[in-house]
T-cell receptor
Framework: QKEVEQDPGPLSVPEGAIVSLNCTYSNSAFQYFMWYRQYSRKGPELLMYTYSSGNKEDGRFTAQVDKSSKYISLFIRDSQPSDSATYLCAMGQGGSEKLVFGKGTKLTVNP | DVKVTQSSRYLVKRTGEKVFLECVQD?????MFWYRQDPGLGLRLIYF???????EKGDIPEGYSVSREKKERFSLILESASTNQTSMYLC????????????FGDGTRLSIL
């Protein structure tokens, strides 16, 4: 079983849709969780950072962590064509500086 | 804002050449990382450094070495470039306070002919 699983997509939605992106993980020691957005030919950009279970909201983006199910989600409300990108989940455990990344989900928002 | 700068966006080299990729960060981060990113394989850690002159192997260190002589600069070296090292190379940095996110540069797309 891979440490982090992320559906690669591609995912195509109309403008204004609510998007749900997900990752599952197997290592119960993971304590902090991130979502990165990567535009074509650019590096990953930190979008959301959460530590512990629960929800965190930032504008149109909501990150959700369910440690009991080992499942994290990123919701995008009122999606825009500018949200078209690859979204990477990442997670880490206390005492380690390294992160484990999902392989990314490619999202296209159609105008 | 954190700035991680990679010296080249695109680079073309020949097999057998020694290749240097440079990365500079301006946030006084202790940790610096080199990844390669390939379609279907995601991000794979090559090496990371947690302090000047300190380094640790990642998941795929073979064929690579690194150098960190100054805190802000981390270099990746391909000792003798091969075609299977054609890839997107990403540098990242983070604080070492624990549980810190990594910040990435825009990558170097390296082609080995």
């Amino acid at each position: 079983q891979k440490e982090v699983e992320q559906d690669p997509g591609p995912l195509s939605v109309p403008e204004g849709a609510i998007v749900s992106l997900n990752c599952t993980y197997s290592n119960s020691a993971f304590q902090y969780f991130m979502w990165y957005r990567q535009y074509s030919r650019k590096g990953p950009e930190l979008l959301m950072y959460t530590y512990s279970s629960g929800n965190k909201e930032d504008g149109r983006f909501t990150a959700q962590v369910d440690k009991s199910s080992k499942y994290i989600s990123l919701f995008i409300r009122d999606s825009q064509p500018s949200d078209s990108a690859t979204y990477l989940c990442a997670m880490g455990q206390g005492g380690s500086e390294k992160l484990v990344f999902g392989k990314g989900t490619k999202l296209t928002v159609n105008p | 804002d954190v700035k991680v700068t990679q010296s080249s966006r695109y680079l073309v080299k020949r097999t057998g050449e020694k290749v240097f990729l440079e990365c500079v960060q301006d946030m006084d981060h202790e940790n610096m990382f080199w990844y390669r990113q390939d379609p279907g394989l995601g991000l794979r850690l090559i090496y990371f450094s947690y302090d000047v002159k300190m380094k640790e192997k990642g998941d795929i260190p073979e064929g690579y070495s690194v150098s960190r002589e100054k805190k802000e600069r981390f270099s990746l070296i391909l000792e003798s470039a091969s075609t299977n090292q054609t890839s997107m190379y990403l540098c990242a940095s983070s604080f070492s306070a624990g549980n810190q996110p990594q910040h990435f540069g825009d990558g170097t797309r390296l082609s080995i002919l």
